[in-house]
């Protein structure tokens, strides 16, 4: 089942795209969701799992590199293609799209710096992997920070008394990183590199951070637990602790002086993604409910016949499609504009989620009790919409930030 697609000008690779994800998403993606949903923490990620034969596929066919520009040779999607890819992907699985953004993580901030070394080290090796050994991840949560520290240009962000948990100090030529992430670190314990964001100067407050690119296999690095939680199970989390492990002083890609304008840049596009990935995942609910609603028989003829249900479907459509056009609209021009409108990523993430929650909850509804069992793949995609309303920094915080934003870009007296 799929969507009329209203963009009349799509190109026939863009469509070739459409099709060829959302075919691995169904026949791939969907049924080692469900497995790994099963599982404990501990299983998802042990050797030979479900999460790693899919990882090790999208990486056989590339998809890692989708943020990766293609003169490194990722495949670098524009725009466009990228919402059409995450959408998809996401129509599968939530999580498992969440673990394959946050994977270039590391080659993606390297690719904007263009350094040879960072090139040759980083994202050659990341580009060339075909079996999801060389896994990244964005360390950014603290046990002490929430989504405050999503927040920049913020009066939270420049507060002398708030300061990251995590610390960098320099020793000659390199760095000494001390501390621990919170247990929301996406992919955390499985990366084998990190994109880790860390305190440099704690008398600017969050503002006085940097961001290293950090090798989490080495000596002084431990992982905690893999987060337990009710959604998106088949996306490892956990925390990583850091004793005296270093990063060379050229692999502490991001200062303070830049720290701020680099945090807003990543928000803008972790969050306009967020909005493609949600739309999929109401996508995924409203289609289930649909054809449910067409083989459930009540007071004699399918359920789908009565107003109410009627009622409900065309609601969850129309959320659905102004989740998608507006997604769109706001990763396109956010990939396109330096720098990003970061309001706009975040009015796209917390109406996509919310819709994504809406919808799902609407559906499970629709599916009446058996709605509520592990037997309907319903029950799970609730679960993973409702992980979206505090992924990515909590939806209340995130527009707080937002509001900022406009309030600075406002020229009203």
């Known amino acids: 089942m799929g969507y009329q697609e209203l963009a009349l000008q799509l190109t026939d690779e863009q469509v070739a795209l459409k099709e060829s994800v ?55 999607l524009d725009p466009l293609s990228l919402h059409i890819f995450f959408e998809e992907l996401s129509y599968g699985s939530a999580g498992l799209t969440v673990a394959s953004g946050v994977a270039c993580f590391p080659s993606f901030y390297a690719s904007m710096l263009a350094e040879d070394y960072l090139t040759d080290n980083i994202i050659i090796p990341y580009v060339n992997c075909t079996d999801a050994s060389n896994v990244g991840c964005w360390a950014i949560t603290e046990p002490d920070h929430g989504s405050d520290i999503l927040m920049p240009g913020t009066e939270f962000f420049h507060d002398r008394k708030i300061s990251h948990s995590i610390k960098a100090v320099k020793k000659g030529e390199r760095w000494l990183i001390n501390g621990q992430t919170s247990a929301w670190v996406s992919c955390g314990p499985v990366a084998t590199t990190a994109a880790l964001f860390v305190g440099i100067d704690s008398a600017q407050g969050m503002a006085g951070g940097g961001i290293c690119l950090i090798d989490l296999t080495q000596k002084g690095i431990s992982r905690g637990k893999p987060t337990n939680k009710i959604g998106q199970r088949d996306l490892p989390q956990g925390e990583i602790f850091f004793d005296n492990a270093e990063v060379s002083e050229g692999y502490m890609i991001i200062d303070p002086e830049s720290y701020e304008s680099m945090s807003d840049t990543t928000i803008a596009i972790a969050n306009a993604s967020m909005g493609a990935f949600f739309t999929g995942v109401a996508r995924a ?57 970061v309001e706009y990523s975040i009015a796209s993430k917390t109406h996509c989620t919310q819709v994504a929650f809406e919808v799902a909850n609407e559906a499970l ?49």
């Open 22 to 76: 959302h075919k691995f998403a169904v026949n791939v993606v969907r049924p080692a969701a469900g497995e790994l949903d099963r599982m404990t923490p501990e299983e998802v990620i042990q050797k030979g799992s479900p999460f790693w034969t899919v990882m090790k596929q999208m990486y056989a066919m590339k998809y890692h590199t989708v943020l990766i520009p293609d003169e490194y040779g990722g495949i670098g």
């Open 285 to 341: 609910a409203y289609e289930l409910a649909l054809q449910y609603a067409k083989e459930r028989v009540q007071g004699g003829k399918a359920i789908v016949a009565h107003a109410t249900i009627k009622d409900k479907l065309f609601d969850m459509f129309r959320k659905i499609e102004t989740a998608r056009a507006y997604s769109r609209a706001a990763l396109v021009y956010n990939l396109n504009t330096t720098p990003p409108l």
């Open 365 to 413: 509804q629709i599916h009446g009790g058996y709605g509520l069992t592990k037997d309907y793949l319903i029950e799970k995609i609730f679960r993973d919409a409702r992980a979206g309303l505090i992924e990515d920094g909590s939806n209340y915080s995130l527009a707080l930030a937002a509001a900022d934003a406009l309030l600075k870009r406002t020229d009203i007296k």
